[in-house]
Structure formats: C-alpha cells, structure tokens
C-alpha cells in the first residue's frame, strides 16, 4: 500500500530518445509535483498539477512535459533526451500546508 | 523571494553525541519550514514541520527543531546519535509561506550525517 510510487526505479537510455516516468498517488491529495535531484544531491521544483491543472511551471526545457490522467496520476514524459538529464527524478503529492510525501525517485542515466 | 541555507555540507558525530544540523532561512511571508532526510537510494521522508504553532517542533526518531525568527533559524537537533541516523537531511520552506497551501518546496542543498561508532 505504497503512497507515492514511480516506474521505473532506473531508467537506462540513449540521447535522443524518449521516455516516461510514471507516479501514482494513492493518498487523494490534490497537488502532485515533480523534482530532479543533480548528482550533487540538489533538489529543484520542476512541475506542480493541482486537480490536474498546471499551476506552475518552472523553466524547464519544453522537451520536457508532466501529463496528469488524473488526479492520482501524475506522469513525466522527456523528449530527445540529453546527457544533462541525467539525475534522480522524484514525484511528490501534497495534501496542503506545504508538507509533501515523496515517491521512491527513478534514476535516469543518458548514454 | 524564499531561500534556504544549510551550514556544512558534511558533518560528523559520534554514536549517542547531540546531532546539531543547522539551517537558516529567508523568506518574505511567515514561513512554513520543513526537514526532511534521505536514506541512500531512497527518497525523501517528512521528519518535521513548522506551520505557525509551537516554535519547538517535535518529529520522527527523536529529532526535534526551533522555529527562530530573530535569528531566521531552524535548526535541526537530536540528543544522542544512532548509527542508522546517518543520511542526507534537507531543510526546506514552502514558497506561499504561512496559508500557502499549495506552494512548492524551496529546497536547501543538503548536510550529509555521518555517524561514528
């Protein structure tokens, strides 16, 4: 009965290709994210979907696109993927007051 | 804007020593502030928070934190380390601040816990 999960765990690729991450929330929170964490452990907002609207999106490069089925769902779709993307990539829901349950992260590796 | 600043990337102590993890913070509305800790190849686990009530904050595995507004700190402590205490710890603040439901996390870069036996 996990709360937040991802598929992949990891995520081996090839430059250029492109690829989905999956996050599934099943503590009916409204708002669910996305963080990429670099190799220096640093951790950066990149999307947020609260009742499946886009309520912010940080500077990311449009290669990169959060789609939300629905409310519990919240998926990471990268085109033409890069060496620079490679990092741990993890989802978050949150049920308000700014606390967030994270996902277990998928790490993504471009080769 | 709001901001976090950890003080050590790395710090060390000894098992049963007092864990001291220090983080200060901007922001320009009430802030709501958060620890969090990460296990290696884990993700991110809620240790705390600071939503507006009692200043000290009682959490998880003993830790607890001081919600400072002279000093803008919020400072991570526990009495007595244990070795599975080590990990990477994150402060964090929500953006929309004290009401801001539905910000987002402004994150800190992290202090690496060791503990020595």
């Known amino acids: 009965d996990t709360a937040v999960s991802q598929t992949p765990k990891y995520l081996v690729t090839q430059m250029g290709n492109d690829k989905s991450i999956k996050c599934e929330q099943n503590l009916g929170h409204d708002t669910m994210y996305w963080y990429k964490q670099d190799s220096k452990k640093f951790l950066k907002i990149m999307f947020s979907y609260n009742n499946k609207e886009l309520i912010i999106n940080e500077t990311v490069p449009n290669r990169f696109s959060p789609k939300s089925p629905d409310k519990a769902h919240l998926n990471l779709h990268i085109n033409s993927l890069e060496l620079g993307d490679s990092a741990v990539y993890f989802c978050?829901?949150?049920?308000?007051?700014?606390?967030?349950?994270f996902g277990p992260g998928t790490r993504l590796t471009v080769t | 804007a709001q901001s976090v600043t950890q003080l050590g990337s790395h710090v060390s102590v000894s098992e049963g020593a007092l864990v001291l993890l220090r983080c200060n913070y901007s922001s320009s509305v009430p802030p709501y502030l958060f620890w969090y800790v990460q296990y290696p190849n884990q993700g991110l686990q809620l240790l705390l928070k600071y939503t507006s009530a009692a200043t000290l904050v009682k959490g998880i595995n003993g830790f607890e934190a001081e919600f400072k507004k002279s000093e803008t700190s919020f400072h991570l402590t526990k009495p007595s380390a244990h070795m599975s205490d080590a990990a990477e710890y994150f402060c964090a603040v929500s953006d929309r601040g004290y009401g801001g439901s539905q910000g987002n996390l402004i994150f800190g870069k992290g202090t690496k816990l060791s503990v020595k036996p």
């Open positions: 978050a829901s949150s049920p308000g007051q700014g606390s967030q349950y």
